[in-house]
């Protein structure tokens, strides 16, 4: 051993000597209470000892000793070439937290697992810095990344690449916020250059491909096909000021000038790793020790196959938990319900499917692709017109029914119309202005409107009709959902339109549905087909995959799903006496919920509307890797509290991505609809997405008939229809005995 070193050993071990006491006193500290043995490991019987071992190869080790031979516990470990490691122990293995020290002063803390990086940790080198996840050496999970040149990336990474959604920030002020794949932009994304312009739109290998929207900092924007190669690229410039001149621009600069200082840096390759470090025990034990610490190795590195990393960059749902099964009916469950005195009441088996999206995409030779086509084209012309600045100060005429708009689409163009393949349509806009300033007090952005309906994807069908006789079709981004309307529930739009108006600008945080657009299309020939539709918010455009999802209005009669267990999709809509939990909301997110609810069903009660919904929708957020969802201690603190670091936490807003505990319920079996079941105290963690949906039917005469019918057949407190008044107490009163707060 050179001279330096034997040095640094003695040097290090007269340290050690003057901390031997408070070496044991760490003994049951943070490192030996979260190094946790996996059942599937050798544990060796742990009477430890401390122990300074020089070995004949020159490696140093001093810490805490099994008796059965093996380091156990808290301890260092010198190699005779320099590395080194300090930290916690498992029957001869590095595993639990640790610090590991390369020769060339680079350092990894964090989490070891059979010698591999593995959990959370640091990694510190001269010009390299990660903090973030490790699965077996591999970068793999949430991170943030220093890279040598400069630049910053925090997000995904798979495989030690980004991959996932991330944002990554060049070292010139320009970046990138969106989705990776394999280390490159792909999916959705934003990029931002430092002056300000911007692209917003899809991505792939790196390069604007499909449809998206580069603004400029004067507001003015161009919206288009976007592809490298210049003959597949089409689009078309919205100046900001109408007046402008003519305005000379190549899409390709993008290409050429805009993303050539937009490399993705790389980082330096970490070329030995702990689990590639030898062992020398004693040599007498050498076969014992030597064997686990090789064994240690290769056991439980496994990250899957390519495919199981893949990532649907085009979807806004994290399938989380997909292809799933919840079976409450198991052994755990039966137990824990007769530890709780629930026995006799037995639970349905609930069955988590995978996550699928809604819909059938309208292509050609689709009865409905002539009306799609037609309503792209009119909703671009409809968004597209040069107008002035929208004041959010409207005018008592801007709510006149009589202000609307007719436009004629003859299919070889006019003035102010292009020339289409579709039938020859009449397009009606209705109260233009008003839905310019909704979309502008909802933060729309118009070039992302056009983006969504009129792209180059085509809309979703949804597979059957609502109650109503409506059809449903929704933005291939899942952001907008046009719903097909009855001329009466137009005219209740129409009607209710200035006072709504008022309720969204007056309450930020409403849940009832956001409004974008009424129009109507008029198709020509012997038909002379109408079809009137509204384009609103799609409550379920989330990050999270909805698990399950609930139509909630406070009465009974006919409010059971007929489907069996077995038939329920993630997509199934189930109804109120199929709810079986209450959710616990923290106390803040609680207050603000009633107090929008109290808004909300009192305006709704001023306008004459009832048989609205409260839509709710579920993700559990925690799973077990067979896909179970786990129940969490009664005791737990609240989730959603202020000192807690809940994941999406950031993003929440009433009604979007709410964290909450669910608990679940039981039912009486005693022939009576019971609303509400009774708790169990078995608690999951959730987060949910909620909205009141449904708001456009008034208690009119067809809906006094029903009730006056129904009251004969039925207990007249059961039914949906019910004056409107009656209709917002029950539905306060349901709402806030399945929506608490946590204590």
Avoid at 371 to 399: C, E, W, Y
Avoid at 531 to 536: A, D, K, S, T, Y
Avoid at 598 to 612: G, H, V
Wanted: hydrophobic content about 30%; some cysteine; charged content about 25%.
């Amino acid at each position: 051993m050179s001279n330096g070193l034997n040095g640094i050993v003695k040097a290090w071990e007269a340290k050690l000597k003057k901390s031997r006491k408070a070496a044991k006193r760490r003994a049951n500290s943070i490192f030996t209470a979260m190094s946790v043995a996996h059942v599937d490991d050798d544990i060796l019987p742990v009477d430890l000892t401390d122990v300074e071992t020089a070995f004949p190869n020159g490696d140093i080790y001093t810490g805490q000793w099994a008796s059965a031979s093996a380091a156990h516990g808290h301890g260092k470990y010198l190699w005779a070439d320099g590395h080194m490691y300090i930290g916690d122990w498992r029957n001869g293995r590095i595993t639990g937290n640790g610090k590991f020290i390369w020769p060339s002063g680079a350092t990894y803390e964090g989490r070891f697992k059979n010698g591999h990086l593995d959990g959370d940790g640091i990694y510190t080198a001269a010009d390299d810095f990660y903090r973030g996840s490790f699965i077996c050496n591999v970068k793999h999970g949430k991170g943030s990344q220093n890279y040598p040149s400069g630049d910053h990336y925090e997000g995904h990474f798979r495989r030690n690449l980004p991959d996932g959604k991330g944002r990554y920030k060049w070292k010139n002020g320009n970046q990138y916020i969106g989705h990776w794949r394999r280390g490159g932009m792909n999916g959705n994304g934003t990029m931002i250059w430092a002056n300000g312009n911007r692209y917003d739109g899809t991505w792939e290998n790196g390069l604007p491909r499909g449809n998206g929207t580069y603004r400029w900092v004067d507001g003015s924007f161009y919206v288009g096909i976007w592809s490298k190669d210049q003959d597949d690229q089409s689009g078309t410039y919205y100046p900001s000021d109408p007046q402008s001149g003519v305005f000379e621009w190549d899409p390709q600069e993008v290409y050429s000038v805009g993303l050539s200082d937009c490399r993705v840096s790389k980082c330096e390759e970490i070329s030995v790793f702990p689990s590639d470090m030898s062992v020398d025990w004693a040599s007498e034990e050498e076969e014992c020790g030597g064997e686990m610490m090789r064994r240690g190795g290769s056991e439980g590195c496994s990250l899957g196959s390519e495919s199981d990393l893949s990532f649907d960059c085009g979807s806004r749902s994290l399938e989380m938990g997909a292809g799933v099964k919840w079976e409450e009916g198991s052994a755990r469950a039966d137990e824990s319900e007769k530890s709780r005195g629930v026995g006799g009441t037995a639970r349905n088996h609930i069955l988590i499917k995978p996550t699928k999206k809604q819909g059938l995409t309208i292509s050609k030779g689709h009865k409905n692709y002539e009306l799609m086509l037609n309503l792209q084209l009119g909703i671009r012309h409809a968004v597209g017109r040069p107008a002035p600045t929208t004041s959010l100060d409207l005018k008592s005429s801007a709510f006149d029914p009589r202000d609307k708009i007719w436009t004629r689409f003859p299919r070889l163009g006019s003035k102010h119309t292009p020339p289409h393949q579709s039938c020859e349509f009449r397009w009606k806009d209705y109260c233009p202005l008003v839905f310019r300033a909704l979309r502008k007090l909802f933060k729309v952005d118009p070039a992302d409107y056009m983006i969504s309906i009129c792209g180059n994807d085509a809309l979703r069908e949804l597979s059957s009709p609502g109650k109503s006789g409506s059809f449903f079709y929704l933005t291939n981004d899942d952001r907008y959902m046009i719903k097909t309307m009855k001329k009466s529930e137009a005219k209740v739009l129409i009607r209710m339109l200035s006072a709504y108006y008022n309720h969204v600008r007056a309450s930020e945080n409403t849940l009832v549905t956001k409004f974008f657009g009424l129009h109507c299309v008029k198709m020509t020939g012997p038909a002379q087909k109408k079809v009137r539709f509204v384009i609103m918010g799609n409550l379920f455009c989330t990050e999270y995959a909805i698990h399950r999802r609930f139509d909630l209005k406070g009465s009974s009669h006919g409010r059971l799903t007929e489907k069996p267990e077995s038939e329920i999709e993630p997509t199934t809509t189930l109804k109120d006496l199929d709810l079986n939990f209450i959710f616990r909301l923290h106390k803040s997110w609680f207050q603000e919920f009633c107090s929008q609810v109290d808004k909300d069903c009192d305006f709704l009660e001023q306008e004459r509307i009832m048989d609205y919904s409260l839509l709710v929708g579920i993700h559990f957020r925690d799973m077990s890797h067979s896909g179970q969802p786990l129940n969490i201690s009664e005791n737990r603190t609240p989730v959603g509290s202020a000192d807690q670091n809940i994941e999406g936490a950031q993003t929440a807003t009433l009604g979007s991505n709410i964290p909450a505990r669910a608990e679940l319920t039981v039912r009486k079996n005693n022939g009576e609809a019971q609303l509400v079941g009774e708790p169990t105290g078995e608690y999951y963690d959730v987060i949910l997405v909620f909205g009141i949906i449904d708001i456009l039917q008034d208690y009119d005469i067809s809906k006094k008939l029903e009730h006056a019918y129904k009251s004969f057949q039925y207990d007249p407190s059961s039914i949906s229809a019910v004056d409107p008044k009656q209709y917002s107490k029950r539905f306060r009163d349901f709402i806030y005995k399945i929506f608490t707060q946590d204590s």
